[in-house]
Each structure stands twice: as structure tokens, then as C-alpha cells.
């Protein structure tokens, strides 16, 4: 059964640093591009960024770019995204998501999600 979970989530001050795992059982990330996606209270799922199996290759929303990096790590089966300088508007759930070579913002070439953890930005 494959799993994805993400961790480190929590609540921060607007300029702080976090810094989220998904870690996955059952399938080895590295057979998959990674992706994480965001959804705050009454607004769509939107995506923050994306990373290709092979390559290493990195794609980001504007709205992150610059703040947020996206990195795997293969030895752990982990796709982990750190997160600087924070604002409020970034809180949200944050899921992980696992699919094809570089699915970047397509959230249909996605095979497997998270359940979800969720960042909170005060100011």
C-alpha cells in the first residue's frame, strides 16, 4: 500500500522558516516526480512546486519563488520543501504529491497524495 506522509508543519511568525517532509512507504519516490500543492480555508488547491524524477529539475509558483526550495532525498524515500521568509498569506494545508517524471503544475499526472499538514503564518 503506498503512503505518503508529510510532517513539519506547525505554527511560525511571519519571516520565520519551516521546513516540511513527505516521506513515502510502499513506492520509492525516486520512481516519481514530487510535488507539493496548498489549499487554504474557502480557496482552490494550488501548486508551490514541483521537482522531476531525474533531472532534478524545479518548478515553483510565483508566489514562492525565491522563499521556497524543493529538494528530494532518495536514501530517505523523502521530497522535502523549505520554506523562508514566511507571510501570512502562506498559511495553508500543504500536501505532498508523487506521480510521473515532472508532473510540475498538473495535479491529473499525480498518482498518490498526503493527507495533509498544516502551516500556520501569524503576524
Known amino acids: 500500500q503506498v503512503q505518503l506522509v508529510e510532517s513539519g508543519g506547525g505554527l511560525v511568525q511571519a519571516g520565520g522558516s519551516l521546513r516540511l517532509s513527505c516521506a513515502a512507504s510502499?513506492?520509492?519516490?525516486?520512481?516519481?516526480?514530487g510535488g507539493w500543492f496548498r489549499q487554504a480555508p474557502g480557496k482552490d488547491r494550488e501548486f508551490v512546486a514541483s521537482?522531476?524524477?531525474?533531472?532534478?529539475?524545479?518548478n515553483y509558483a510565483n508566489s514562492v519563488k525565491g522563499r521556497f526550495t524543493i529538494s528530494r532525498d532518495n536514501a530517505r524515500n523523502t521530497v522535502d520543501l523549505q520554506m523562508n521568509s514566511l507571510k501570512p498569506e502562506d498559511t495553508a494545508v500543504y500536501y505532498c504529491a508523487a506521480g510521473g517524471l515532472f508532473p510540475g503544475a498538473n495535479v491529473k499526472l499525480y498518482n498518490y497524495w498526503g493527507q495533509g499538514t498544516q502551516v500556520t503564518v501569524s503576524s
Open positions: 510502499g513506492v520509492a519516490f525516486s520512481s516519481y516526480g
Open positions: 521537482i522531476s524524477r531525474s533531472d532534478l529539475s524545479t
